[in-house]
């Protein structure tokens, strides 16, 4: 089935410092790749998205590549902010074999950033 | 804002008593789903319902069941809840129906004693 493995956190930063949370990917067919922010308190919501390979998402300063040679969504950003603090899930929705409304999260890292 | 509320916010409920936990949406999308969030499980799939009177299990549907017998409201019932299922309950629309995004209600915390 359908999985996804990312970082274990929790990941605490400096403010400015350059950010990467590793993500990767299992899944039958040519899935959708996202990454969805929890603020504390929140539920989550998309950041970024792409949906096929080498399709670069980016949104806030956080970009994210689809490479599918080494099924893999690595979440960076290169500058930082205390307000960046959060939770980050990883996820991808398959759509091949008729389950293409459903979704599959990583388990989340937690980001700290200080001031 | 995509106009999801859940109800209650949160609740504090003993072993073996039902619960029942609602989602109400705005825009009569069609796809909703309900998922718990656990430390060290992300979030997890409980039911989803892709309209009225039609529901599917998710990856963790023991113990749990839903109704929809409205587009705008996605109820999800605890018929006998146990300590396993003190977990943050989220609820999620899709407006495509294609999984190209979710939006998510800002979840509902239990607490089972």
């Known amino acids: 089935g359908d999985s996804v493995t990312q970082m274990e956190g929790p990941v605490t930063l400096s403010e400015e410092a350059f950010l990467t949370i590793n993500c990767t990917y299992t899944?039958?067919?040519?899935?959708?790749l996202f990454w969805y922010v929890q603020y504390p308190g929140e539920g989550l919501q998309l950041l970024l998205k792409?949906?096929?390979?080498?399709d670069k998402g980016s949104n806030k300063g956080f970009e994210a590549t689809y490479r599918k040679e080494t099924t893999s969504f690595h979440l960076e950003k290169g500058s930082v902010q205390v307000s960046d603090s959060a939770v980050y899930f990883c996820?991808?929705?398959?759509?091949?074999?008729?389950?293409?409304?459903?979704?599959?999260f990583g388990k989340g890292t937690l980001l700290t950033v200080n001031p | 804002d995509a106009g999801i509320t859940q109800s209650p916010r949160h609740k504090v409920t003993e072993t073996g008593t039902p619960v029942t936990l609602r989602c109400h949406q705005t825009?009569?999308?069609?796809?909703m789903y309900w998922y718990r969030q656990d430390p060290g499980h992300g979030l997890r799939l409980i039911h989803y319902?892709?309209?009225?009177?039609?529901?599917d299990k998710g990856e963790v549907s023991d113990g749990y069941s839903v109704s929809r017998s409205k587009t705008e409201d996605f109820l999800l019932t605890l018929e006998s809840a146990t300590s396993s299922q003190t977990s943050v309950y989220f609820c999620?629309?899709?407006?495509?129906?294609?999984?190209?995004?979710?939006?998510f209600g800002p979840g509902t915390r239990l607490t089972v004693t």
């Open positions: 996820a991808l929705s398959d759509h091949s074999g008729g389950s293409n409304y459903k979704l599959t």
């Open positions: 899944a039958t067919g040519y899935p959708s």
């Open positions: 792409a949906t096929k390979a080498d």
């Open positions: 825009e009569n999308h069609r796809y």
């Open positions: 319902s892709y309209g009225v009177k039609d529901t």
């Open positions: 999620a629309i899709d407006p495509h129906g294609s999984s190209y995004e979710q939006y």
